[in-house]
């Protein structure tokens, strides 16, 4: 399985942005990756997918034009930029690996989870 490292969670203030970055331990090509996220008393929810080819992505509607997802299969690498902060965005944020015979971002099906990064986010 491969393994995931996330990074760039910290404290922002509304309105601000942050760049998460997802490291993984070996070739991510044929993986579809994901963004999940868990707020405190929350479950976790989708935030964001992308293919392995990185054209095609996918978004939770309530992120949609704020958050980017994008991926360097060179660096097997994947990030979420996310832009115009809201406080209920605070939460861990959660990268995922999920192996996929089609070319197509998914929502669920993810065998291998970083250990999260947490994004707070003041009003």
């Known amino acids: 399985q491969v393994q995931l490292v996330e990074s760039g969670g910290r404290l922002v203030q509304a309105g601000g942005s942050l760049r998460l970055s997802c490291a993984a331990s070996?070739?991510?090509?044929?993986?579809?990756m994901g963004w999940f996220r868990q707020a405190p008393g929350k479950a976790q929810e989708f935030v964001a997918s992308?293919?392995?080819?990185?054209?095609?992505?996918d978004y939770l509607d309530s992120v949609k034009g704020r958050f980017t997802i994008s991926r360097d299969n060179g660096k097997n690498t994947v990030y979420l930029q996310m832009n115009s902060l809201k406080p209920e965005d605070t939460a861990v944020y959660y990268c995922?690996?999920?192996?996929?015979?089609?070319?197509?971002?998914?929502?669920?099906?993810?065998?291998?989870w970083g250990q999260g990064t947490q994004v707070t986010v003041s009003s």
């Open positions: 995922a690996a999920a192996y996929s015979s089609l070319d197509v971002p998914l929502r669920s099906g993810y065998a291998s």
């Open positions: 992308i293919n392995w080819s990185g054209r095609t992505p």
């Open positions: 070996g070739s991510t090509f044929s993986y579809a």
